[in-house]
Each structure stands twice: as structure tokens, then as C-alpha cells.
């Protein structure tokens, strides 16, 4: 770059080619890439464990999240670094993969830099860095599938789904009710899976928020829920064995494409205008009633006179349901969605037992309830709390704990929490390092540390000395060689004042997919940031 002055002495720069771009290159760009990894890292490790801190998260619209989900917190959060977006992006695919251990993937990607660091600072390359890291991750993966346990579970016996629910709700905001909490993530996940195939469709529990009253009067209902209300006051509040017609048209005239203009000139012409029109209304309702319905439930909205007909007939209706309700409530009542009135015919019409609509309190906020769907296996969770925070918050980790029994109804084995498994983890790749020969043996070493960092910041976060805890928790799988030992940090303590529990007897444990798939994928990320050694970033200059 040349700074050159004209004849009238003005400034300007000549820029050599390519020189429009800045570069960072080699071991600066390696270390300036793990520095902001890490700063990510260190948001979120606060969050880890049952004592974990919540984050407020302001949007730039005012909008206020409390949360110490991982998943969220990076979600939301506003990232502009291109390596930081790498944990944005690892939380998010831990959270579409398994729903559960979110925070611990990106602590732990974070610890395994960190450890990278220090060994790129002893001159080591960052490619042998990586392929040991990989060498020790299978070590640790192999490890967990040798200590992990299988939890038999029925739908008689459902007390290990509820027992692992319960761990993954420990860290949450709603742990105060996390026995009835997890119970309710159970029965919903249960209520649509199919234990035979290990199949359990999504698509089929909903979720609805209202805020008021408390947490624990949180419902599952075995229906659907929406949140509307009968188009006209005086409709009848609840239907016995109703029949539905499930309409995406318009209650209303039909209108012409093409743009027109409609001159009325005389008394009678209006009047004639006026009477299609009424007819028009008649008709709709007259098919409503022929196909034998007793409630309507429409996509789009209608008008007064629509609406005063429909409760001439004795119909009752919904008006403006969104698609994706319309859609659950065709599933779960076996109907058919109309998209016109002269296809409705007694077959299409979905079929519930009850269909009632509910009030809150003393507020006008109204619900419509559709219990025992001719097609029973839809299920709707009604999160109740204080304010609507506490319900969003609460929507979240239900949805966490519910990940987490799918996952377990797909592959039932187990590993221990508490930092057990990252602890015999850590042991297991601290022998295999042993039997390596070579510059391998210093990474895989650093890997083992890293492992240690879980249940570092577990202690941490609950307030206790976190050299002591992992130390006394380490020193008792050893000494047992027992791999359930881990840190019990709602025990009381132990009289050489630690909180070393084996985590089977105090029934803490999360599924063994989750746990391998958390070192896997933070394996993967680290790897993929070592081997960055350029940063070039266009349309800058220095």
C-alpha cells in the first residue's frame, strides 16, 4: 500500500492487487479463532449444572428471555465472528440431534481449545493437536458404551423415563415441580409413541402457554388445545360428541379475481344485491347443516351476518385458526380439511367426544378444548406460571425433558450424570495416553483434561472448591474402580467434607446417545477451528 499526493497535494492510496483484504495468517489466526471460540464457551459455562445462573437476553425489539438453556442462550445471542458462529451452529445441531446438553457441548468445545492452546504455545502443530484429539474421542466414546447401563422400562413401568426426565429438569427453572413436571413430559411422549417400532412422532404433542396462575397447575391434556374462542358470545360452551367441519374458505361471498367497479343506481337494484348476498350466507350455512356438523371451525375469519346465521342454526364456531392447528386438529379428530363448502359430505367431519370452551381467572382469556379426538394419540401440554417468561422458559425445558425420553424409548441405555462419566472418561483416556509413543501423547493427555472441566464447572457453579470435589470424586473411582462415582451436588456432604456420590444410588443419569454425541460433535468443531489457518475477510484494508 503507497500513499501518493497529486498535483494540488491531495491524498491518495494505491492498493497492490489482493491487497483489499485483511489477513490474518498462521498460528495468529489459529489463536485469534480459539480466543473468541472460547469467549462463547465462557458465557454459557455458568449455566451448566443444577446450580447453573440464568441469562437475560434483551432482543433489539425489548423482548426479555430468561433462560440457562445453551441452545437459546447462543440462539439469541447476536454473534458476528465467523469461528464464534461455529458454536452457535454446535449447540443448535446438539439441540436438533438429541434436545438435551446443549450448554455442556459448547463447555466443552471451549475446555478442548482451551487445552489447544497450550499446546500450540509448546510448538506443537495444530494437525497433530487435532488427530490426537480424534484418537482420544473414540477412546472416550468406546469408554461410555462400556460403562453405560441398560434401564428396562414398560409401559407399565415407566419410572426410569421419569427418573431421566427428572435429571435433565434439575438445571431448570421450573426443578421446584420437576417430579410432576417430568411425569407430565413422560405421559406426553408416551401417549404418542409407539413402544413396538421405538417410534415416537413429534408432531403429534403441542405445547400451549397461558400465562397466570402456577407452574404446578401445568396440565397434559389428552386432545387439543387452541387458543380462541366461540365466534359469538352466546354460543353453546360446550358440545357433546361433536362433529366438526374443518374449513380453509371464507364464510363470505365470493369475490371476483380481476378488479371491478359496481355501479348501483336504484333502490331495487340494491335490495336484489343485498338478497344474493343473503342467499350466498344461506346456502354455506344449509350445507354446514346437511353434512350433519355441529361445529365449524374455519381458517379464515367471517363476518356479522355469518355469524348471526351460524347461531340461528345452532352451529357453533371457531374463526381464524392458524394452518398448523387446523392441520393437528384434522390428525386428531380423523376429519377431513374442506376447501370448499359443496365438498362438505358427513365422511370429511372430524370427531371428538367434548369439545368445551374454558376460561382463566377473572380475565377474558378463553380456550377451546377438544378431549377424546376419535384419533386419541394427540396430547397437549398447558404450561401454566407467573408471567409470560417463566412460561416460555418452562416450554423450553419441558421440551428438553421430553427429547430426552424419546431418546431414551429409541436406545434405553444410560450413563451416569454428575460428571461420572466425564470423570471415568477422563481416567480411560489418561491410561490409553500412556500406551501412545510421540507428540499424539501430549494431546491426548490435554483431551483428558478437558473432560475434567465438566464437573469442574459443575462444582463451581455450585460454589464448592472445584480441585477439591473432582479430586475427592476422581481419588473414589480409582480406588473402587467404580465409574457411578460422581459429584452429588444436592447431597449432603461426606465427612472429609466432599460431595463424592455414586450417582446410581441417587438415581442421576442421561442417556448414553446424548453423552456421545456431545464429545463426538465438540471433537469435530475443535478439529474443524485447528485447521483454520487464514482469515481472509473481503472489502477491508490495513
Given at each position: ?470 479430586a475427592a470424586a476422581k481419588s473414589r473411582q480409582m480406588k473402587e474402580n467404580n465409574p457411578l462415582i460422581g459429584l452429588g451436588l444436592n447431597e449432603v456432604a461426606n465427612e472429609d467434607g466432599s460431595h463424592a456420590t455414586d450417582m446410581k444410588e441417587i438415581g442421576v443419569f442421561e442417556t448414553l446417545v446424548g453423552k456421545q ?26
Amino acid at each position: 500500500m503507497s500513499l501518493i499526493y497529486d498535483e494540488y497535494g491531495r491524498p491518495f492510496i494505491i492498493l497492490k492487487e489482493q491487497q483489499a483484504k485483511a489477513r490474518v495468517k498462521g498460528l495468529e489466526a489459529t489463536k485469534a479463532n480459539i480466543l473468541a471460540a472460547k469467549s462463547i464457551s465462557q458465557i454459557v459455562r455458568t449455566s451448566l449444572g443444577p446450580k447453573g445462573m440464568d441469562k437475560i437476553l434483551v432482543s433489539p425489539d425489548g423482548d426479555v428471555t430468561i433462560t440457562n438453556d445453551g441452545a437459546t442462550i447462543m440462539d439469541r445471542m447476536e454473534v458476528n465472528h465467523q469461528v464464534a458462529k461455529l458454536l452457535v451452529e454446535l449447540s443448535a445441531s446438539q439441540d436438533d440431534e438429541i434436545g438435551d446438553g446443549t450448554t455442556g457441548v459448547v463447555v466443552l468445545a471451549g475446555a478442548l481449545l482451551e487445552q489447544a492452546e497450550k499446546l500450540l504455545g509448546r510448538g506443537i502443530h495444530p494437525v497433530r493437536i487435532a488427530e490426537g484429539f480424534e484418537k482420544a474421542a473414540e477412546v472416550a466414546i468406546k469408554t461410555l458404551g462400556q460403562i453405560g447401563d441398560t434401564v428396562p422400562f414398560s409401559s407399565d413401568n415407566l419410572d426410569p423415563l421419569v427418573t431421566t426426565a427428572m435429571t435433565t429438569l434439575s438445571s431448570k427453572i421450573i426443578n421446584v415441580d420437576k417430579r410432576k413436571m417430568a411425569e407430565i413430559a413422560v405421559n406426553a411422549v408416551v401417549g404418542v409413541a409407539d413402544l413396538e417400532r421405538k417410534d415416537v412422532n413429534f408432531d403429534m404433542i403441542r405445547m400451549e402457554g397461558k400465562p397466570g396462575g402456577s407452574l404446578e397447575d401445568t396440565e397434559l391434556v389428552n386432545g387439543i388445545i387452541i387458543d380462541k374462542d366461540m365466534s359469538h358470545p352466546q354460543m353453546t360452551k360446550t358440545i357433546k360428541d361433536a362433529k366438526m367441519c374443518i374449513l380453509t374458505c371464507p364464510f363470505e361471498p365470493p369475490k371476483p379475481k380481476t378488479k371491478h367497479k359496481l355501479n348501483i343506481s336504484s333502490k331495487e337494484a340494491y335490495e336484489k344485491l343485498y338478497q344474493q348476498e343473503q342467499e350466498y350466507f344461506k346456502e354455506m350455512v344449509q350445507q354446514v347443516k346437511d353434512s350433519g356438523a355441529n361445529l365449524v371451525i374455519c381458517q379464515w375469519g367471517f363476518d356479522d351476518e355469518a355469524n348471526h346465521l351460524l347461531l340461528q342454526n345452532g352451529l357453533a364456531a371457531v374463526r381464524w385458526v392458524g394452518g398448523v392447528e387446523i392441520e393437528h386438529i384434522a390428525i386428531a379428530t380423523g376429519g377431513r380439511i374442506v376447501p370448499r363448502f359443496s365438498e362438505l359430505s358427513p365422511e370429511k367431519l372430524g370427531k371428538a367426544g367434548t369439545v368445551r370452551e374454558v376460561s382463566f381467572g377473572n380475565t377474558k382469556e378463553r380456550m377451546i378444548v377438544i378431549e377424546d379426538c376419535a384419533n386419541s394419540n394427540a396430547v397437549t401440554v398447558l404450561v401454566r406460571g407467573g408471567n409470560k417468561m417463566i412460561v416460555e422458559e418452562a416450554k423450553r425445558s419441558l421440551h428438553d425433558a421430553m427429547c430426552v425420553v424419546r431418546n431414551l424409548i429409541k436406545d434405553n441405555r444410560v450413563v451416569y450424570g454428575g460428571g461420572a462419566a466425564e470423570i471415568a472418561c477422563s481416567l480411560a483416556v489418561s491410561t490409553y495416553a500412556e500406551s501412545i509413543v510421540g507428540v499424539d501423547q501430549f494431546a491426548i493427555r490435554a483431551f483428558a483434561d478437558a473432560l475434567d472441566d465438566i464437573p469442574l464447572a459443575l462444582a463451581e457453579n455450585s460454589g464448592l472448591d472445584p480441585i477439591k470435589e473432582l479430586a475427592a470424586a476422581k481419588s473414589r473411582q480409582m480406588k473402587e474402580n467404580n465409574p457411578l462415582i460422581g459429584l452429588g451436588l444436592n447431597e449432603v456432604a461426606n465427612e472429609d467434607g466432599s460431595h463424592a456420590t455414586d450417582m446410581k444410588e441417587i438415581g442421576v443419569f442421561e442417556t448414553l446417545v446424548g453423552k456421545q454425541e456431545q464429545i463426538s460433535l465438540a471433537t469435530q468443531v475443535v478439529k474443524m477451528i485447528l485447521k483454520i489457518d487464514d482469515v481472509i475477510t473481503m472489502g477491508q484494508y490495513q
